[in-house]
C-alpha cells in the first residue's frame, strides 16, 4: 500500500524559512513533486522532481525561492522554503507519480497535506 506522509509545515512571518518533508511508502516514484492549495482557489502546482534529482521544475511563482530535493535512499523528498511571502499561504499537499508517454506526468498518489501559513 502506498502512503505518502507530508510533515513541516507551520507558522512563519514573511521572508521566513521552512522545510517541508514527505516520506513515501510502499514502492517508489521516478517523479515526486509538491502541489499547494490556497484558500478558495484551485490546487496548482509547485515544484517537481526526477529519480536522480537531476532534472527540477518549477512553478513561476516560487521559482527562485523553494527548493526540492530528494533522498532516494530514505524515499523521501524535501522542499525548501526561503523567502515566504502571505500568497505562499496553503495547504502543501506531496505528490507521487511517473512520466509517461508525451513527456507528461502521471501523478498516481498523493498526501494528506499539510498546511502552511505566512503571517505579513
Known amino acids: 500500500q502506498v502512503q505518502l506522509v507530508e510533515s513541516g509545515g507551520g507558522l512563519v512571518q514573511a521572508g521566513g524559512s521552512l522545510r517541508l518533508s514527505c516520506a513515501a511508502s510502499?514502492?517508489?516514484?521516478?517523479?515526486m513533486g509538491w502541489f499547494r492549495q490556497a484558500p478558495g482557489k484551485e490546487r496548482e502546482f509547485a515544484a517537481a522532481?526526477?529519480?536522480?534529482?537531476?532534472?527540477?521544475i518549477y512553478a513561476d511563482s516560487v521559482k527562485g525561492r523553494f527548493t526540492i530535493s530528494r533522498d532516494n535512499a530514505k524515499n523521501t523528498v524535501y522542499l525548501q522554503m526561503n523567502a515566504l511571502k502571505p500568497e505562499d499561504t496553503a495547504d502543501y499537499y506531496c505528490?507521487?507519480?511517473?512520466?509517461?508517454?508525451?513527456?507528461?506526468?502521471?501523478?498516481?498518489?498523493w498526501g494528506q497535506g499539510t498546511q502552511v501559513t505566512v503571517s505579513s
Open positions: 505528490a507521487a507519480g511517473n512520466m509517461v508517454v508525451g513527456g507528461t506526468i502521471s501523478w498516481s498518489y
Open positions: 510502499g514502492r517508489t516514484f521516478s517523479r
Open positions: 522532481i526526477s529519480w536522480s534529482g537531476g532534472s527540477t
